[in-house]
Structure formats: structure tokens, C-alpha cells
């Protein structure tokens, strides 16, 4: 979002049928995921695009576009899980763990939570 | 480096994307909660981050060398009718540590991961941050 607020040029990708490209033009979907040669246009960027890619379920691991030495620079948020080791390993990505959950950020989103009444159902 | 700091390349990365072969636009079609995302932030600024409610110190520490950082949290609040169920966004400071992690990585890097925060990796339904 912080992307998106500063007008950075930014793909995002939550499931494996298409991803998507924010940018000056607008929203657009992208779905040639596995055709790189499709994008040499933004390989050759020495500042990259940036692709953040949410692993999940739907998505349990990156669309060869977005995986080894893809012409975007790819951020991925995903699991610890054991599942993503061929990832990390193949890819030799730059690791950031975050903290568990303090018990003061537990108790704030619960304070939010009961503040809003029922249709604010949600907190991210 | 901050995040900030590219938007010097924008003109350029925009130029390379004109080249790309053209995608489906979401300008007619359906997609309105993206549609609807983009148009609420793009190029506003930060003010997301700075509509802060709480700011509540945390009770843990991390050691950086000799120096102990306090860690807190704040409660960023959506542009209005952004999400219909989500309002807030707790943000954490480790979400700004990650942020200036990536930029340094990106220049010479082409991957970065983020893990280890609950939560990460599954359906935002099924999130930890949901009430229950």
C-alpha cells in the first residue's frame, strides 16, 4: 500500500491464474506467467519492478515469471513452512523474519476490534 | 534508503512497461475492488501511515549491538470505503524494517522473503489477525 500511496509501479500476485500491475495507466492483469521473454522490457530496468507475491494456498509457490532470476525484483511474504524450501534454496533469496505477536499488539487489535462494533469484522 | 527514494526511476520503469505486450485492463471491466484500491491510493501520499490512532510501546525489545531499540506499533486507518470489513491496519514497526531490508536488497538482489510473522502465508479469512 505504501507502494501504491508513493505511485510506485508495483505487480502483485495472490493466485496462480494471473497477476497484477499497478502502475500510472491503471490496473492490469497480467497472464503470460510463464513467458519471460514477454517481459525483456523490464529485465533490462537496472531499478526493477517490484513483485510482491503472497504465497498461500492458492498459490503455494511463485509463477516461474516471478521465480529464480525473474526480471522483476520479487518480494514474497510467505510461511516459515517447510514447503517453501525448494524457494529459498533454488533462489538464495535475502531472508527477513518478523517477531510473533506481542501481547500489547494482541491487545490492540482486540481493543479496535470490540471499539467497532460488529461491521468492522476485520483487522488486518 | 527509503522506500521514498524510488520514485526517481518511475518515468523509466513506466517507459519499459509501455512496452510490455498489452494486458487486460480493468478500466471496463470487472476487478472494481482493485480498481477501487488503486484509485484510493495511488499517489496520495503517505498519509496512510501518518493517520496514526494508538501508538502503544511494546513490551519486548530486540538488541542491536550495544544499543536496545524500544519496538512499537501504531493503528493506520483506511481511506474511507476502501474495504467494506477492513477499517485499520496495525502496523508494525517490523513492517518498516522489512521495507528498508527489501530497498537495500533490491539493489542488488533478486529476491527477498518475508516470513515468520503469524499469519503470513495464509487466506486473509483464515488470518490470525480475524476476530474469532
Redesign the interface.
Known amino acids: 500500500?505504501?507502494?501504491?500511496?508513493?505511485?510506485?509501479?508495483t505487480v502483485y500476485q495472490s493466485t496462480s491464474e494471473y497477476a497484477?500491475?499497478?502502475?500510472?495507466?491503471?490496473?492490469?492483469?497480467?497472464?503470460?506467467l510463464g513467458d519471460r521473454m514477454?517481459?525483456l522490457?523490464?529485465e533490462?530496468?537496472k531499478?526493477?519492478?517490484?513483485a510482491l507475491i503472497d504465497?498461500?494456498?492458492?498459490l503455494p509457490k511463485p509463477s516461474p515469471l516471478f521465480a529464480?532470476?525473474?526480471p522483476f525484483?520479487?518480494?514474497?511474504?510467505?510461511?516459515?513452512?517447510s514447503e517453501h524450501s525448494d524457494?529459498?534454496t533454488t533462489?538464495?533469496?535475502?531472508?527477513?523474519?518478523?517477531?510473533?505477536?506481542?501481547?500489547?499488539?494482541v491487545l490492540?487489535?482486540y481493543v479496535?476490534?470490540t471499539s467497532?462494533g460488529p461491521?468492522?469484522?476485520?483487522?488486518? | 534508503m527509503p522506500?521514498?527514494d524510488?520514485?526517481v526511476?518511475?518515468d523509466?520503469?513506466?517507459k519499459?512497461?509501455r512496452?510490455?505486450?498489452k494486458?487486460?485492463?480493468?478500466?471496463d471491466g470487472p476487478?472494481t475492488t482493485?480498481?477501487r484500491?488503486?484509485a484510493s491510493?495511488?499517489?496520495?501520499?503517505?498519509?496512510?501511515?501518518e493517520r496514526t490512532?494508538?501508538v502503544?510501546?511494546?513490551?519486548?525489545t530486540?538488541p542491536v549491538g550495544a544499543v536496545t531499540l524500544p519496538?512499537e506499533?501504531t493503528?493506520a486507518t483506511f481511506p474511507e470505503g476502501l474495504?467494506s470489513?477492513?477499517?485499520?491496519?496495525?502496523v508494525?514497526s517490523?513492517y518498516f524494517?522489512?521495507?528498508r531490508?527489501?530497498v537495500l536488497?533490491?539493489e542488488s538482489?533478486?529476491?527477498?522473503?518475508?516470513?515468520?510473522?503469524?499469519g503470513?502465508?495464509?487466506?486473509?479469512s483464515f488470518?490470525?489477525?480475524?476476530?474469532i
Open positions: 500500500m505504501r507502494r501504491l500511496a508513493l505511485g510506485l509501479p497484477l500491475l499497478f502502475n500510472g495507466s491503471g490496473v492490469t492483469k497480467l497472464e503470460r514477454s517481459y522490457a523490464v533490462k530496468l531499478n526493477r519492478i517490484w504465497l498461500n494456498p492458492a529464480y532470476q525473474s525484483f520479487v518480494v514474497n511474504a510467505m510461511s516459515p513452512h524457494l529459498v533462489a538464495s533469496p535475502r531472508m527477513f523474519y518478523m517477531t510473533p505477536w506481542s501481547i500489547s499488539e490492540q487489535a479496535d476490534l467497532r461491521q468492522h469484522s476485520h483487522f488486518l | 522506500l521514498d524510488l520514485t526511476h518511475v523509466e520503469q513506466e519499459a512497461i512496452e510490455l505486450p494486458g487486460t485492463s480493468f478500466e476487478y482493485w480498481k484500491i488503486r491510493l495511488w499517489g496520495a501520499g503517505l498519509h496512510i501511515s490512532q494508538h502503544v510501546e511494546r513490551d519486548n530486540i519496538k506499533h493503528v474495504f470489513k477492513i477499517s485499520n491496519i496495525l508494525r517490523e524494517e522489512a521495507e531490508e527489501a536488497s533490491s538482489l533478486n529476491m527477498f522473503v518475508v516470513s515468520g510473522q503469524p503470513v502465508g495464509l487466506f486473509l488470518s490470525t489477525a480475524r476476530r
